[in-house]
C-alpha cells in the first residue's frame, strides 16, 4: 500500500521534473538542435557554382572529399598549433601575474587593476593595437630600428606566432582573474602549514599550492581549449588567414567557404569536423587530465 | 626539546599593538596555555614564534638560537591549527609523512616513523583515506600525528579543540596532557577556554589587549589572580566583584559593600591603603560564598540555575550587578525573589584597586 503510494509520488514528481524541462528544451531545439541537424544535413549537399541552380545531394561524398583534402589537414594543423602556443602559456603567465599579486603589499590593488585590464578590451581593440605595434612603418618596431621585410604579419614564419601572442595578451586579463580567485580560494592555514612543516618555496607550491589549484588550472585548459579552437576576430582583423594559409585556421576556413566561396555545403561540413574535433578533445581532456585533478571536500 | 624565550616581543599592524611588549620564559618539557578573549593577541603571538608573523620589536629564541630572521621552515617547531590544515589532495599517510618528506629524511626511514605517529593516535586503520572521509576528530588527529611525527624543538597548538563537540573535545584534552607528558615535549597552546588552560598547562599565560596580565600555574593563577581581568577570566562561573571600601570603627576593621558590612581581619586595611585613590573593588568566588541567616550581607535571590550536583544561586546586592552563589544540591533552597543574607569566607576574599584593577594585599 505504502509503496504504491510511493511509487505513485515518484511518478507525480517525475512528471513535473519533465514539465519543467519542457520550456528549455524548446528554446535549445529551436536555436541548437535543429540548426545543428540542419547544418549536418547541409553538408549531403553539393553547393552549385552559380546561384540558382539546384542543390545536388552527394551524401558522405563532400564530407570524406573536404576532410582529407590538403586545406583542410593544413587548417586542422594551424588551429592546433595556434592553440597549443596560446592555452599553456596564457595559463602559465596568468598564474604567475596571479602568483605575484596574491600578497600583502602596499598599492597591490593597482597591479590587480593593470594586470587584469585586458579583460576590458575586445579582440578587435586587441588586434588593432597589436596590427599597429608591428606595422613595419608606424609601429613599435621601426621607432626601435627593428626593420621588417616582409612585414611580421606578412611573413609566413612569424604570421601565426604574433597573432597567437596578440591572443595571449588579450586573454590575459581573464587568466589573472580565474588564477586569482583559484588562490585565493586555497586556505592561508595550508599554505602556512606547509611552510612549517618545513617545505621550501618549490615544493610548497608543487606540492600543495599547484594541487589545490588544480580544478582552476582544469577548467582553464578545457575552456581556454574551447575558445582557441574557436578564435576568428584576430585572424580576421590581422592576418585574414594568410600568409600561405599559414594563419587559416578552421573557423576562418569555414568563413571564407561561406563568404568568399559562398559554397554553403564546404561550410556545413567544416563547421561539423570543427564541432567534432572540439568535442573530442574536451572529452580526451577530461578523461586524461581529471583524474589529476583534486577537487577539495 | 627546547626553552622558548619571547623577549619584550611586540607586534603593531598599523595603528593597532597586537601584542605589546611580552616577555615570556617557556621551559622545557613545559605546558605553557596561553589564555585570553579573542582578539587578545594569543593567536599572534604564537604566529610569531611560528614564524608567520614577523615581530615589531622585541627578540623571540627558539633553544640557543634567536629566531627572529629564521624561516619557519627552519625552525624546527611543529604547528596544529585550529581548522588542522591537512593537506586534503594527500591521503593521511602521506598527510603525516609531510614534514619528513619536506626534510628529506630518508624514504625507508620515514615509514617506520609514520606508522609510529599513526599507531600514538590510533590512525593506523585509517592512513589511505583523504581528509575529507574522516570525522573531525580523526581529521584532529591526523593533524596532531603530523605534528609528533617529528621531534621538533616545540609544539605550538592554535586552539586545536574548539572546533570539537563537547563531549570530544573533553576526551581529546585528556589524550592530548597524556600525549604531552609521554613525548616529554615543550608546548605552547593557544585557547580561549579557561578550563582547558586550567585543565592542561603546567602553568598559564593570560593576556588581555596584547598585555600579558598573569603567569602562573593554574591554581597559582585561581587563587591570588593578579588583577581584576585575571579574576573575572578564570573560573566558571567568574569571581563576583562589587565595589567596597575598607573601615575602622572602634578598632574594628570591616568592609563596607552594598549589601552590609564584614568584619575583616586588621590587614585588610593596610591593603586597602595601597589603593592608588582609595577606591577598592571586592572579589568572591561563588564557592566562597554561602547562604546564611545570619550572615552580614543582604541580598535578594534573582534566579537560581541548577547544575545537577550543584546549584547557582544567582543573587542582587542593592543595585550591583548580579552575584553568583555556589551551592550543593542538598543544601536547602532558597526561593527566587526572596530577600536572603549571604556570608563570605574571610580567607575567600580579594581586594583590588577600583581605578587600575591591581590586587591589593598587605605588606608582608
Known amino acids: ?297 | 626539546m627546547a626553552r622558548v624565550v619571547l623577549d619584550h616581543v611586540t607586534k603593531r599592524f598599523g595603528d593597532v599593538t597586537a601584542v605589546d611588549d611580552l616577555c615570556l620564559e617557556v621551559e622545557d618539557r613545559e605546558f605553557l596555555v596561553l589564555l585570553g578573549p579573542s582578539g587578545c593577541g594569543k593567536s599572534t603571538a604564537l604566529r610569531m614564534i611560528a614564524g608567520l608573523e614577523s615581530l615589531t620589536d622585541g627578540r623571540i629564541a627558539i633553544g640557543d638560537r634567536v629566531v627572529n630572521d629564521v624561516e619557519p621552515k627552519d625552525r624546527d617547531i611543529a604547528m596544529v591549527f585550529q581548522s588542522y590544515a591537512l593537506y586534503p589532495h594527500m591521503s593521511v599517510a602521506r598527510n603525516i609523512e609531510f614534514p619528513l618528506r619536506s626534510r628529506k629524511v630518508p624514504e625507508d626511514e620515514r615509514t617506520p616513523l609514520v606508522q609510529e605517529a599513526a599507531r600514538a593516535l590510533g590512525l593506523t586503520d585509517l592512513l589511505d583515506r583523504k581528509p575529507a572521509q574522516l570525522s573531525g576528530g580523526q581529521r584532529q588527529r591526523v593533524a596532531l600525528a603530523r605534528a609528533i611525527v617529528r621531534r621538533p624543538a616545540a609544539f605550538l597548538m592554535d586552539e586545536p579543540l574548539s572546533n570539537l563537540d563537547a563531549k570530544l573535545r573533553v576526551q581529546t584534552r585528556a589524550e592530548l596532557i597524556e600525549l604531552q607528558r609521554r613525548l616529554d615535549a615543550t608546548v605552547i597552546y593557544v585557547t580561549h577556554d579557561q578550563v582547558e588552560a586550567m585543565t592542561m598547562g603546567h602553568r598559564i599565560a593570560i593576556m588581555n589587549d596584547g598585555v600579558l596580565q598573569q603567569v602562573g600555574p593554574p591554581q597559582d593563577v585561581y587563587e591570588r589572580p593578579a588583577n581584576l581581568f585575571v579574576a573575572r577570566f578564570i573560573g566558571a562561573p567568574p569571581m563576583n566583584t562589587i565595589q567596597g571600601s575598607v573601615v575602622v570603627e572602634g578598632g574594628e576593621t570591616l568592609l563596607a559593600t552594598p549589601g552590609g558590612r564584614i568584619a575583616v581581619p586588621d590587614a585588610f586595611g593596610a591593603a586597602a591603603r595601597r589603593s592608588s585613590t582609595g577606591e577598592i573593588v571586592v572579589g568572591v568566588r561563588p564557592e566562597h560564598l554561602e547562604v546564611d541567616p545570619s550572615g552580614p550581607i543582604e541580598a535578594r535571590v534573582a534566579v537560581i540555575e541548577s547544575l545537577g550536583h550543584e546549584r547557582h544561586v544567582v543573587c542582587r546586592i542593592g543595585d550591583e550587578p548580579l552575584v553568583i552563589v555556589r551551592q550543593a544540591a542538598d543544601e536547602p533552597r532558597p526561593a527566587e525573589g526572596s530577600s536572603v543574607r549571604l556570608r563570605a569566607e574571610v580567607e575567600g576574599i580579594h581586594l583590588f584597586d577600583a581605578v587600575t584593577g591591581v590586587r591589593l594585599e598587605a605588606p608582608a
Do not use: C
Open chain 1, 1 to 297: 500500500m505504502t509503496a504504491v503510494r510511493f511509487w505513485n509520488r515518484r511518478r507525480r514528481e517525475a512528471g513535473l521534473g519533465y514539465l519543467m524541462l519542457v520550456p528549455s528544451l524548446l528554446v535549445f531545439s529551436v536555436f541548437v538542435f535543429y540548426p545543428f541537424l540542419r547544418n549536418f544535413y547541409l553538408g549531403f549537399f553539393r553547393t552549385p557554382p552559380f546561384p540558382g541552380l539546384p542543390q545536388r545531394y552527394v551524401g558522405f561524398d563532400q564530407y570524406r572529399e573536404i576532410l582529407t583534402s590538403s586545406a583542410f589537414s593544413n587548417s586542422m594543423r594551424v588551429t592546433i598549433v595556434f592553440a597549443l602556443l596560446t592555452v599553456p602559456t596564457g595559463i602559465i603567465l596568468g598564474l604567475v601575474l596571479a602568483m605575484l599579486a596574491n600578497q600583502q603589499l602596499r598599492g597591490i590593488g593597482w597591479y590587480r587593476t593593470i594586470f587584469s585590464s585586458t579583460v576590458a578590451t575586445s579582440v578587435a581593440v586587441a588586434s588593432v593595437i597589436f596590427g599597429t605595434l608591428l606595422n613595419p612603418q608606424v609601429g613599435l618596431l621601426p621607432w626601435l630600428g627593428i626593420s621588417t621585410t616582409p612585414s611580421i604579419l606578412e611573413n609566413p614564419k612569424y604570421a601565426l606566432l604574433a597573432v597567437a601572442v596578440t591572443t595571449i595578451w588579450q586573454n590575459l586579463g581573464l587568466s589573472f582573474i580565474v588564477m586569482s580567485s583559484g588562490l585565493q580560494a586555497i586556505p592561508d592555514e595550508i599554505i602556512e602549514a606547509s611552510e612549517v612543516d618545513g617545505a621550501g618555496p618549490v615544493p610548497r607550491f608543487l606540492r600543495v599550492t599547484l594541487p589545490l589549484l588544480s580544478p582552476t588550472v582544469f577548467f582553464a585548459v578545457v575552456v581556454g581549449s574551447i575558445v582557441a579552437f574557436q578564435s576568428f576576430g584576430q585572424i580576421d582583423l590581422l592576418t585574414q588567414g594568410g600568409p600561405l594559409q599559414k594563419t587559416n585556421v578552421l573557423t576562418y576556413a569555414i568563413y571564407t567557404a561561406l563568404r568568399g566561396e559562398q559554397n554553403e555545403g564546404k561550410a556545413a561540413v567544416l563547421s561539423v569536423a570543427l564541432f567534432l574535433v572540439t568535442l573530442v578533445l574536451t572529452i580526451a581532456q577530461m578523461r586524461i587530465l581529471e583524474r589529476r585533478v583534486h577537487y577539495g571536500d
